[in-house]
T-cell receptor, first 109, second 114 residues
Framework: DAKTTQPTSMDCAEGRAANLPCNHS???????VYWYRQIHSQGPQYIIH???NNETNEMASLIITEDRKSSTLILPHATLRDTAVYYC??????????FGTGTRLQVTL | EAGVAQSPRYKIIEKRQSVAFWCNPI?????LYWYQQILGQGPKLLIQ????????DSQLPKDRFSAERLKGVDSTLKIQPAKLEDSAVYLC????????????FGPGTRLTVT
C-alpha cells in the first residue's frame, strides 16, 4: 500500500472549516483513500473513503486531486468535539489498514 | 446497534506475567482485527481473522502473543510472558464482509507492564 504524508498538527477555530491535507504521491490506480479519526481515549472512527471522485457524507467531504496524488478532508463547520487525530490511509486490495501517525487537529474557541 | 465490546478496559501487570484480552465484535461481522497502539503512534495490525481462520498474522510476535477466535465470534488475545515494551492500547475492530471496508473499533484495553 502507498505511503501517506500528513502534517503533524493543525489548529482550527470553532465554526470554521478544517481542511486536512494528505499526500499519497505513489498511490496506484486500484488503491482507495480512507480517513479515520481517533478522539482521545477512544478507538479510531471511520469518516469517509474515495477512489477518484469527490465524496461527501454527513461528517465530512473528501476532495481527491485529478492525478490522485493528494487529497483533502474537509470538516465544514468544526466543533470542539472534532478535536482528534486524523489518519489518512491508502488501502490496496487487502482489507487491512496501515495507520501512520496522523494529524492532530485542535479546534479552539 | 451495539458496538465492538472489549474487556478489561485497563490492566496493570508485572513483566513476565501473563494477560488476556477479550473482544466481542458487532453481530454478523465475519472479519475481526487486533491492533496494538503504542503511545504517540498509529495502530499497528497484529492479526486478522476471517470467521475463525487467520488471514494475516505477519506482525504478531508469535513467541509471546497468541490469539484465537474459536467459534468465529468472540476473540481473545494473550501475551505470555509480558515485556515492558508491550505497554500499549490493544484495539479490536470488526468488519462486515463485503464491498465496504469500513472497520468498527472498540474502545481498547490499556495495558501497563511494570
Amino acid at each position: 500500500d502507498a505511503k501517506t504524508t500528513q502534517p503533524t498538527s493543525m489548529d482550527c477555530a470553532e465554526g470554521r472549516a478544517a481542511n486536512l491535507p494528505c499526500n499519497h504521491s505513489t498511490i496506484s490506480g486500484n488503491e482507495y483513500v480512507y480517513w479515520y479519526r481517533q478522539i482521545h481515549s477512544q478507538g479510531p472512527q471511520y469518516i469517509i473513503h474515495g477512489l477518484k471522485n469527490n465524496e461527501t457524507n454527513e461528517m465530512a467531504s473528501l476532495i481527491i486531486t485529478e492525478d490522485r496524488k493528494s487529497s483533502t478532508l474537509i470538516l465544514p463547520h468544526a466543533t470542539l468535539r472534532d478535536t482528534a487525530v486524523y489518519y489518512c490511509i491508502v488501502r490496496g486490495t487487502a482489507s487491512k489498514l496501515t495507520f501512520g501517525t496522523g494529524t492532530r487537529l485542535q479546534v479552539t474557541l | 446497534e451495539a458496538g465492538v465490546a472489549q474487556s478489561p478496559r485497563y490492566k496493570i501487570i508485572e513483566k513476565r506475567q501473563s494477560v488476556a484480552f477479550w473482544c466481542n465484535p458487532i453481530s454478523g461481522h465475519a472479519t475481526l482485527y487486533w491492533y496494538q497502539q503504542i503511545l504517540g503512534q498509529g495502530p499497528k495490525l497484529l492479526i486478522q481473522f476471517q470467521n475463525n481462520g487467520v488471514v494475516d498474522d505477519s506482525q504478531l510476535p508469535k513467541d509471546r502473543f497468541s490469539a484465537e477466535r474459536l467459534k468465529g465470534v468472540d476473540s481473545t488475545l494473550k501475551i505470555q510472558p509480558a515485556k515492558l515494551e508491550d505497554s500499549a492500547v490493544y484495539l479490536c475492530a470488526s468488519r462486515l464482509t463485503g464491498s465496504s471496508y469500513e472497520q468498527y473499533f472498540g474502545p481498547g484495553t490499556r495495558l501497563t507492564v511494570t
